[in-house]
Every structure is written in C-alpha cells, then in structure tokens.
C-alpha cells in the first residue's frame, strides 16, 4: 500500500460519522432507483391489463330452435325458378306528345311505379335488344309439392317464358338448373304448376289448411329474393281475406308482414307446424320492395287449383249459376231485402233463369250453408264442378223458397257478356280481337296514381302476342285516352270504336305510358290496321 492509500483509509478511520454515512447514501439512492424502475414497469403492464374479468365463450345453446328447425324442413323443398322470354322492343318506335322530337325514355327512367308495379313489383332484368327484340329474364321461387317433381309457382313468374329453369338447393350455385315443363296455369289466382324431370324421389313439402289461420300467427316466407337462395323471413298473419286487385273475385289474400322481395314470388308461407299455408304472390310497395305488407294466396285456394291443373284439360273449371250482386254490403239493401246475397241481375239462359231465380231475390244458403256475403256465394258455387246440381235457399217478398240449379262453367257463360277470356284460350293469349289487346276501366285508386281526372281512359291488361297491338308497342299497363281522335271513357267506348275500323284503315292512339302521371305527357301510336 503507498503512502497516498494509507493516508486515506487513516482520515476515513479517524471519522466512523462520515463512513457510515457514505454507505447509507449510497444505498438509498440504489433503492430509489430500484423503487422508480419498478413503478414505471407496473404502470406499463396496468395499461394492458386491469381487474377487469376476461371474457369467455359459451358452449352453443339452441334457446328457441322453432324457426331453425321449420327452415331445415322446408328449404329443400323450395327451388330458384328463372325465366328467359323474347319481347319486342316497346321503345323503339315511340314519340312523345306534344313534343315529337324529344326521345322518349325508358320504364326504368320513371320515378312512379305503375298500379302492376304497385302489387307486383319489377322483377324482370333485360338483355341487349336486337332487331327491336329483348331478351327477358326473370327470378322466383317455387315450391315442390309431389316427389315426381310437380312445383306450384306463381302465374306471373312463368307466363310466356321461352325456357323455364329451376334450381334445387342443395345444388352447386354454378349449376344451370332443370329445365322445366309448363303443365297449367290459372289467370284468376295468378297460380301455375310446373315440372321437372328427375331421377330421383324430390323433398315434399307439407300442405297445411289455411283456414286455421288467425291474425297474429306466426309465418316464415322462404323464397329467392333477387336471386339470393335459401332466404328466410318471419312475420305474422296481418290480415285475412285481403282482396287487392279490382274485378278479382278468387284473389283473397293472406297478409304478412314477413318480407318478401321481387324473387320471393311462388315462395311458400310457412307455420310454426312446418305447413305451407300459402303461396306468396305480392307485395304493397311504391318502390318494388319489401315495405311491410305481402300477399300470400291460402293453402287451400292452392289445392284447389293445383289438383284441376294436373288433371286432364290442365285448367280450372269454375262453377257460377248466371247472377250478379253488389260487390259491396249496403246496409239498406239488407234492411228491404234481409240479409244475405241479392240478386241484381239474371243472365239471360243461365241456370238461375232456368231455375226461376228473379232480380230482387235474396240468397241466403247454398245446400243447407248460410251464406251471408257475394263472397261466400262465390267461392262456394265456384268451386262446385260445371254440371253438377246445388239447392239454393232464397227470400222473395219475405217467404224463404228453395230452388235447385245445374252449376255452369263461368268462363263460358260470362265470357261473351262481361269480356272475360275463356279460360281454354286465357292461359296463353289474350280474348281475340283487332287490335290484339284486352282492357279494362280505371278504377278511381288507378285514377289517383295516375293523375287521371276522373276515371277517363282503359288500362291494357294484356296484349297478344304478334298482334296489331304489341307491333304498335302497347304494354300491358299502358292507359289508351283516345283512338283516332275519338275520347275513350271506359272499355264500351274503346270495344265500340274497335268494331268500326277495318283492315287498311289508319289507327292513332293516344297513350299515357305505363308508369307516368299527367304531367310526364302522352305518346301517339300509330300505324295501319292490317
């Protein structure tokens, strides 16, 4: 050790106060330091975690499986239907009034949907056009009914299809589909039955009775909205009884509130026992979708139908005696004539002529069943086969008397009279006539949402195809105001001017385009009446 060493440690020694205090200090900034490190250290690890309890995830539970269970029953049943259809170009050939020169645009331009459109709705997407020709397709649902591949459908879905094509669901969604065969159709209920060829037994579903149906019951649509397979939606019976077509004595309508889109049509409407209790058909909708209100027609219309379409002749006889009646109760009429159905008018050589039934007279049973509405007299003797015979009870200057009736067709004896088609042609072509179309009046609600003062004009229903009609481009749902400077008021008018032109002469029509209101204009069609 030298000397300088010794000298330090001697001075150190000689002051124990000033060591032991350099070791204390040292010390306590060690801790201090240690004391920081480990503060900053948990304040970092307090960020990313705390006394909160992690979160953890349950084993499945099925806490109400109804729904589940009914969609796994039932969506092997449903199938994707698409359609392809040639139409002619409606377009090409239009100008508008008054201004000739400006270009007409197309349906898809106009902003107000059309009284179709309204129950409906657009579901047709068009490919190119060629020659003034487009080709249509369209999307719905189906539902298979018998194992040998019979499928009910909506009328609508599948009229004048060039090809029908149905996919099942268990299929790969690239697959093509099925081609389809058309077996029937029926206008009156917008039903049609299809099929297709299989190899195999196909998944059935179960037909339920409608009847049993009450306001508040719960339903699931299950359809194809805009092409989406496997869809399911849950509502509730809404109503009963709906009639939302004017002149459409056999379309009374379930409504629900659970969603059904373009796509959804021929769908089935389900119960909570896995019964299909209707066929779903329509929407109300200012904009072609769902806005909390669909139709769907009752299980039992369908049986009905269906069972006459896959018989022999492929259409439905309807049963009718040859009377009308107010379509409306009126209050005072019950009180002169009592209650039940009065007679207005007596068809000439129908049934109830024959039977001795007179204006004035008031139905009040069929076969011994009270009958308390037009409805209910209609959708009794409708559904009774043309030939057969039904007592009928009536009051007449206040004796109940009872007469027996030989049930007619009611296409046949209404069809020359009231304009109606004969169902052996209906199916695939408007009633005959010069121009090729069928119309009806406007009803105050077309009136309304069309901006038409009064109930001026017709409305075409229908336009034969390759017809003077469809060649001049009059659409089904187009309002004809004039032909050949003559006003139309209602379809006498329209019937009456059609029978004074002859083959050569001119024809102009002045048309509110489907669609427009009155202040969007009118459109002239013209051509030479071959």
Do not use: C
């Not at 032109?501 to 013209?526: C, E, N, W, Y």
Request: proline share 5%; net charge negative; aromatic share 6%.
């Amino acid at each position: 050790m030298d000397s300088r060493e010794s000298a330090f440690w001697v001075r150190l020694k000689a002051n124990r106060w000033a060591y032991t205090f350099t070791i204390l200090a040292t010390l306590a900034v060690g801790i201090l330091i240690g004391t920081i490190v480990s503060y900053g250290v948990k304040g970092k690890e307090g960020q990313k975690s705390s006394d909160a309890t992690p979160l953890t995830i349950p084993a499945p539970q099925q806490l109400s499986n109804t729904f589940s269970q009914i969609s796994k029953q039932l969506e092997p049943t449903v199938v994707n239907i698409n359609t392809e259809s040639s139409i002619k170009n409606p377009h090409h050939r239009r100008s508008v009034h008054p201004d000739p020169d400006q270009e007409e645009g197309g349906e898809e331009d106009n902003q107000f949907q059309d009284f179709f459109d309204k129950f409906f709705g657009g579901q047709g997407g068009q490919g190119g056009a060629e020659a003034g020709t487009i080709r249509q397709r369209s999307l719905g649902s189906g539902v298979i009914v018998d194992a040998k591949g019979y499928i009910v459908t909506n009328r609508h879905v599948v009229e004048k299809a060039d090809r029908i094509r149905v996919k099942l669901q268990d299929e790969n969604p690239a697959s093509p589909g099925h081609d389809a065969k058309l077996i029937g159709m029926d206008q009156e209920t917008d039903l049609a039955v299809i099929k297709i060829e299989m190899d195999h037994p196909l998944p059935v579903a179960k037909l339920g009775n409608s009847d049993g149906m009450q306001v508040g019951d719960w339903v699931l649509a299950i359809g194809s909205p805009f092409g989406l397979q496997e869809t399911v939606t849950a509502g509730i019976v809404s109503a009963k009884g709906r009639n939302i077509v004017p002149n459409r004595q056999f379309q009374s309508f379930i409504q629900t509130d659970a969603a059904i889109n373009p796509g959804n049509s021929g769908g089935p409407l389900v119960n909570m026992a896995g019964e299909v209790i209707g066929i779903n058909t329509a929407i109300l909708t200012e904009t072609s979708s769902y806005a909390g209100v669909g139709f769907a027609m009752p299980s039992n219309t369908v049986a009905q139908v269906y069972n006459q379409l896959i018989g022999p002749d492929h259409r439905v006889a309807r049963g009718s005696v040859g009377i009308e009646f107010s379509p409306y109760p009126n209050p005072a009429i019950a009180h002169i004539y009592g209650s039940g159905v009065t007679v207005q008018n007596v068809t000439s050589g129908s049934p109830a002529e024959e039977a001795g039934l007179k204006v004035g007279d008031t139905i009040i049973a069929v076969d011994g069943k009270d009958v308390k509405t037009g409805d209910e007299l209609v959708a009794d003797i409708a559904s009774r086969r043309p030939g057969s015979k039904a007592k009928l009870s009536f009051v007449r200057n206040g004796k109940k008397e009872e007469t027996t009736v030989t049930i007619a067709d009611r296409s046949k004896l209404f069809a020359g009279r009231l304009g109606e088609e004969d169902e052996n042609q209906s199916e695939e072509a408007p009633k005959a006539s010069k121009f090729g179309v069928t119309v009806h009046g406007v009803t105050p609600e077309m009136a309304e949402r069309l901006g038409i003062v009064g109930t001026k004009g017709v409305v075409v229903q229908d336009v034969k195809q390759g017809s003077f009609a469809e060649d001049l481009g009059l659409n089904r749902g187009d309002v004809i105001l004039e032909v050949n400077k003559q006003q139309v008021n209602n379809p006498a008018d329209f019937t009456k001017i059609e029978s004074s032109l002859k083959s050569g002469q001119d024809v102009v029509f002045l048309v509110r385009p489907r669609g427009s209101r009155a202040q969007d204009g009118t459109i002239f069609l013209a051509g030479t009446l071959p």
